[in-house]
């Protein structure tokens, strides 16, 4: 008991000097918005595009000008709709939140309009007219569920950033859960993504139920927890989601527990789309949540392929590519610019191969031929037969190396 006692003393003391080492790290890889980063810049001549932004959120909500959400939980949805501005010096992979006040519009994204929605009825109102903007079979939604020791400042901007590179039609709708925004408070922020399960559910059934065709799930880091465990409570109700609208479901550098997430895996069975999992082995972040959760590794530094491809994943090894922030964290960012490529360039390779796994631009994709399937099935958009997988000899060639070291991803957790 009493070799227990040290034991426990000696981890709360790592953790303690951790933290310490981390806030520093994390500071001096990208300006924090500040605290009004979310204050309505109402003229604004300048800007090059702009996003509508949906929100369902398990935050509490803030009064204080230009912060909108607080960390803190609320047992109930509240939602939003954020008009958001992109900056003309925008660069790919870059998120230019506000970090001085006022915000800039000619380089700061800044919030247009901002209203907060009552009900899911005005949520799912608000979803419809966003789709209607699409034409029958093209209207698509990305749910973005964002990790740990994220404002909700942050999650907006990062949701902004994907969907201004990525250059993809649909609508983007942020689930944001209660994280406070500190390194310090890990804990607090895992058992606040636990708590916020059912209302990802209500939101995917919200989502779901709309006049989307395909619906598409992507979750960074803590966020995929929060995404797997309310897909195992869809998966085990008699409520399942409609296969015909669900698109890909990409987990980016999942913080799960590898063999959690193995079980999770056998549970849901023969998927009709397969997890895409964004792992990278020298994730520093996930190295420190690896440490904090008694040195099991995680799923987003988990690179034996194999396994995770036999249970029905597909696994986007980014190990090889460099990273510009910190903690070779958010690599996944730096896809969105190439995302209108992607298809193509997977699609020739595979071929080429003849295998299954195959490397583009240092990029590792194991169990291709399940992902272009999926891709296909799920009716993405395409320029020619080649995004179906047959290759075509007009399909563009593309420097996928260049556009992924030229990202300049400056991401936060």
């Known amino acids: 008991m009493l070799r227990d006692a040290s034991r426990g003393m000696r981890r709360r003391f790592a953790w303690l000097l951790m933290a310490a080492v981390a806030v520093p790290v994390l500071a001096g890889c990208a300006s924090r918005p500040g605290d009004d980063a979310l204050s309505i810049i109402e003229v604004d001549p300048v800007s090059i595009s702009e996003h509508?932004?949906?929100?369902?959120s398990a935050r509490a909500r803030d009064s204080r000008p230009g912060v909108f959400y607080s960390g803190e939980r609320t047992?109930?949805?509240?939602f939003a709709k954020v008009e958001i501005a992109v900056p003309p010096t925008h660069k790919p992979g870059m998120v230019e939140a506000p970090t001085k006040s006022p915000p800039n519009p000619a380089t700061d994204m800044v919030v247009r309009e901002a209203v907060y929605r009552d009900t899911p009825k005005q949520f799912s109102a608000d979803l419809n007219s966003e789709l209607s903007k699409y034409p029958v079979g093209k209207r698509q939604v990305v749910i973005f569920v964002h990790g740990y020791n994220t404002l909700f400042s942050e999650a907006l901007y990062r949701?902004?950033?994907?969907?201004?590179?990525?250059?993809?039609?649909?609508?983007?709708?942020?689930?944001?859960?209660?994280?406070?925004?500190?390194?310090?408070d890990y804990v607090y922020d895992n058992n606040s993504a636990t708590a916020a399960r059912d209302r990802l559910e209500e939101t995917m059934r919200l989502v779901f139920d709309s006049g989307a065709d395909q619906v598409t799930i992507v979750a960074h880091s803590m966020g995929n927890w929060v995404t797997v465990e309310a897909l195992r409570q869809i998966k085990i109700s008699d409520r399942p989601l409609p296969v015909n609208k669900l698109g890909n479901i990409v987990l980016a550098a999942p913080d799960i527990d590898v063999d959690v997430f193995k079980s999770q895996l056998k549970r849901f069975g023969k998927l009709p789309k397969?997890?895409?999992?964004?792992?990278?082995?020298?994730?520093?972040?996930l190295a420190f949540s690896d440490f904090i959760a008694g040195d099991k590794p995680r799923l987003g530094a988990y690179t034996h392929d194999t396994e995770l491809v036999e249970l029905g994943a597909v696994v986007i090894d980014m190990s090889n590519v460099k990273s510009t922030d910190g903690f070779n964290h958010a690599k996944f960012a730096q896809l969105a610019e190439m995302a209108p490529q992607l298809?193509?360039?997977?699609?020739?390779?595979?071929?080429?191969s003849g295998a299954s796994t195959v490397e583009v631009a240092g990029i590792q994709f194991s169990g291709i031929d399940k992902m272009r399937a999926s891709q296909v099935a799920a009716g993405?958009?395409?320029?020619?037969?080649?995004s179906a997988g047959e290759p075509h000899e007009s399909d563009p060639v593309v420097d996928?190396?260049?556009?992924?070291?030229?990202?300049?991803?400056?991401?936060?957790r």
């Open 52 to 56: 509508t932004i949906l929100v369902a």
């Open 274 to 285: 397969p997890f895409i999992v964004i792992v990278s082995r020298d994730d520093k972040a």
């Open 400 to 412: 996928t190396a260049t556009s992924i070291v030229s990202a300049n991803a400056v991401a936060r």
């Open 380 to 386: 993405l958009p395409a320029q020619s037969e080649s």
């Open 75 to 78: 047992p109930e949805l509240s």
């Open 343 to 352: 298809r193509g360039m997977l699609a020739r390779a595979a071929q080429a």
């Open 159 to 184: 949701l902004t950033q994907m969907a201004e590179d990525s250059k993809a039609p649909g609508v983007p709708v942020l689930f944001t859960w209660a994280s406070r925004g500190e390194v310090t």
